[in-house]
């Protein structure tokens, strides 16, 4: 068994990944700008410089991506006061690795306020020791930053520890840090990258669970 579990958060134990593609429209409509096939897909996983990088590249070095990024959130804070959905098995595997006394950690893209409320609606929050935004650490996801910063916290070496992740960025982040790192998919299907690089790929929150039980993962 791990000596800790390091969660993302959006498409891994939530299914927002879906709502934050769909706010790119009116985020960009608000703006005055086009809305451009393939961006959703480009900043998934990123935020702070790395978010930066990718709106100057589709909107050029003009863009003001800190204002892009403020839109964007409060787009979707309106979507999500309506409710969030759980991805399959995520209540099954906190429950068992909180039976375990396994701590847990969120390291996530998102804001800490966007983690904090989707962990207070969800009724989540509890079962977790740390709560990290990317934006808090110095270097976002695909660099390992928020990763070894949550396992810092949890007080545990990353070798022991597990994360777990949807996103290529996210994957890669795990994988540079030293940590057994699962890939759950949400909209991205894995590619021949992931693949290579992930210590194994589940297709679901329960399969992990079911791994950890019979130690087949860890």
Known sequence: MFSGVIFDMDGLMFDTEKVWGACWEPTLARLGLPMKEGIA??????????????????????ADAQLIWDVWHEVAAECFDHGIEKKPGLD?????????????????SSTRRDIIHHLDMAEIRSYFTV??????????????????????????????????????????????????????????????????IAHRICSSLLEVRDLLRTGELG
């Not at 897909?41 to 003009?62: Q, S």
């Not at 982040?173 to 998919?185: D, K, L, S, W």
């Open 131 to 196: 709560v990290l935004s990317s934006l808090e650490v110095e270097h976002a996801k695909p660099a390992p930053d928020v990763f070894l910063e949550a396992a810092h916290r949890i007080d545990v070496e990353p070798s022991q520890a597990l994360v777990l992740e949807d996103s290529y960025n996210g994957v890669r982040a795990g994988v540079a840090g030293g940590f057994c790192t699962v890939m759950v998919p949400d909209l991205a299907a894995p590619s021949e990258e992931m693949r290579r």
């Open 92 to 108: 099954e595997l906190l429950a068992y690795l909180d039976e375990q006394d396994v701590p847990m950690a969120v390291a996530s």
């Open 41 to 62: 897909d480009a900043a998934r996983g990123t935020a702070g410089p790395e978010f930066a990088h990718v709106v100057r590249e589709w909107f050029g070095e003009k």
